[in-house]
């Protein structure tokens, strides 16, 4: 039920909320429930400019300040990011619409980037050697870059924008966050706990807007650095626009995951790790299986136990206990998704388990965990990203048969193997054209301290976010060649 909201102040910059209406307002809607708590202005190009203002201004001091000071602020935010957690996964459950718990692991994983970022003043040191020639030494240093902005998805409001906020301010660049629209409040809270830490005015800035707020940041010629996080299509528009404009660009794309199972495998715990990687956030995830491709006769007792599991989900508003998988985000990522089963059912699909008539009712965005086989692999079931809780299940005779499967898409974020056999995994992590692979693994998310991988139509770019890749996308390198004729140290 919509109700009137004030309207909320979420851009940050210089320091201080600010107001801005520039390219009108949107209502923020509980996916679980449809009711708005919250409405906010839309940035323009003035408020952009603002943004990148204060962020220049804030650089030359910022840059200056030791890397062992720097970190002090992150090493408060994490104490902050702690004791508010709570406060942060209900936020973000009642915008995004996955389970609390859900809300508070992806926090979890947001923390485990700032802390790894507090690792700065080792992990951006640079390397030298004497002598290069009689009496001359080379020594390359690291140096920020400038203002750094990362453009955000609306399906983990807290843990990406944690992907690049800790290393691009570490490394001593400024920073300008462009979250999704549609789930502003979760950096809202985040850059209310930033405020706290008292880091200095301009370092970390918020812009929330929609494609006019994007545009104004790829256009803007004091940006020096965006990182992109979202749909394959608007992944590609930003990596071409900011190179055009002479960014250094890294942008991840949409997926469509595939995992592999053996008749090897153990098929009781594949299915519980394959239904959680497919159902959990409601599909919701880059890393989300979306097609099990079962080898020789693994699909008898395979299919049968991820039905069986599937189908005693409770689905439901995320903040009551109990759920365990909420809505999708909006009604019409709901028709949409409804309207792909139904085209694939239409096609021949068979309908395992279906989750269209969800029992959640009718005022949310509920879709209940849905299982179809039987569908042809030019269908959009199988070839595009559904970002919701459907699997396909195929079978296939052979492991290399699968394997040519699944290189046939045209992304590359995830793909999974289960098996017992070290030899099919080996040769599944070897041929595999995707950038994180997961054996006996249905979601396999790269530690804060490795990077984030993704390849083909799922990344845009050659530096991933985290881990050392952030560290050299946050950095120029500058080489220093210098002589010192040891002659002139005999004049003193
Ligand atoms: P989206 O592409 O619609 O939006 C992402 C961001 O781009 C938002 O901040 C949005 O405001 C902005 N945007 C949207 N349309 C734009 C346009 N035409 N021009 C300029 N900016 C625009 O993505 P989403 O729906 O918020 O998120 C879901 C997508 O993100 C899925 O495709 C998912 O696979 C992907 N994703 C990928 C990863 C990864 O690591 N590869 C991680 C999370 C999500």
């Known amino acids: 039920m919509a109700q009137q909201t004030a309207l909320l102040e979420t851009n940050y910059y210089g320091g201080a909320w600010q107001g801005n209406t520039a390219s009108g307002t949107v209502d923020i809607t509980n996916p679980a429930t449809g009711e708005v708590h919250a409405q906010i202005g839309l940035s323009g190009p003035a408020d952009v400019d603002a943004a990148v203002a204060a962020a220049v201004a804030a650089f030359p001091a910022w840059r200056r300040t030791p890397p062992q000071d720097r970190i002090q602020y992150l090493f408060r935010f994490r104490e902050l990011l702690l004791k508010r957690a709570d406060d942060i996964a209900r936020t973000t459950t009642m915008e995004n619409g996955k389970t609390f718990a859900e809300a508070k692991a992806e926090l979890q994983r947001g923390i485990e980037n700032v802390e ?266 199988t070839s595009t990203e559904i970002f919701g809780p459907v699997l396909t299940v195929n079978e296939s005779n052979t492991l290399d048969d699968a394997i040519e499967t699944l290189s046939a898409s045209a992304f590359g974020n995830s793909a999974a193997i289960f098996t017992s056999s070290g030899a099919a995994a080996r040769k599944f992590r070897y041929e595999v054209p995707a950038g994180n692979i997961g054996v006996n693994i249905g979601v396999a998310a790269p530690m804060a301290y490795f990077p984030f991988s993704g390849w083909r139509d799922s990344f845009m770019g050659v530096l991933h976010g985290q881990g050392k890749d952030a560290i050299e996308f946050y950095t120029d390198k500058k080489v220093v060649i210098e002589r010192w004729p040891k002659e002139w140290a005999r004049k003193f």
């Open 116 to 381: 790894v970022a507090c690792g700065i003043p080792s992990l951006m040191q640079g390397y030298n050697l004497e002598d290069v020639a009689s009496g001359i030494d080379e020594i390359m240093i690291r140096q920020p870059l400038g203002v750094a902005v990362a453009i955000t998805p609306f399906n983990f409001p807290s843990m990406i924008p944690l992907w690049f906020l800790p290393y691009a301010i570490a490394t001593g660049n400024t920073f300008i966050l462009k979250p999704s629209e549609r789930v502003p409040l979760t950096a809202r809270l985040l850059f209310e706990l930033l405020h706290e830490t008292g880091l200095p005015a301009g370092v970390c800035n918020l812009v929330v807007g929609a494609k006019p707020a994007v545009d104004a940041l790829l256009h803007h010629k004091d940006v020096r650095a965006i990182s992109f996080v979202g749909s394959t299509p608007v992944a590609k528009y930003i990596y071409s626009e900011g190179s055009n404009y002479g960014k250094r660009v890294q942008c991840q794309g949409g997926a469509k995951n595939y995992v592999v199972v053996m008749p090897d495998a153990d098929l009781d715990m594949t299915a519980k790790i394959v239904s959680d990687s497919a159902f959990g956030c409601a599909g919701q995830r880059c890393l989300a299986v979306s097609v099990a491709v079962t080898v020789g006769d693994a699909g008898k007792k395979f299919n049968q136990a991820i039905v069986d599991l599937a189908s005693s989900i409770r689905t439901g508003n995320g903040l009551e206990k109990g759920v365990q998988m909420g809505p999708v985000i909006t009604a019409d990522s709901k028709s949409r998704i409804l309207h792909l089963v139904e085209k694939g059912v239409k096609e021949g699909g068979k309908v395992l388990l279906d989750g269209r008539k969800s029992a959640s009712g009718t005022t949310g965005n509920f879709i209940d965990p849905t299982i179809l086989t039987g569908i042809d692999s030019s269908n959009p079931l």
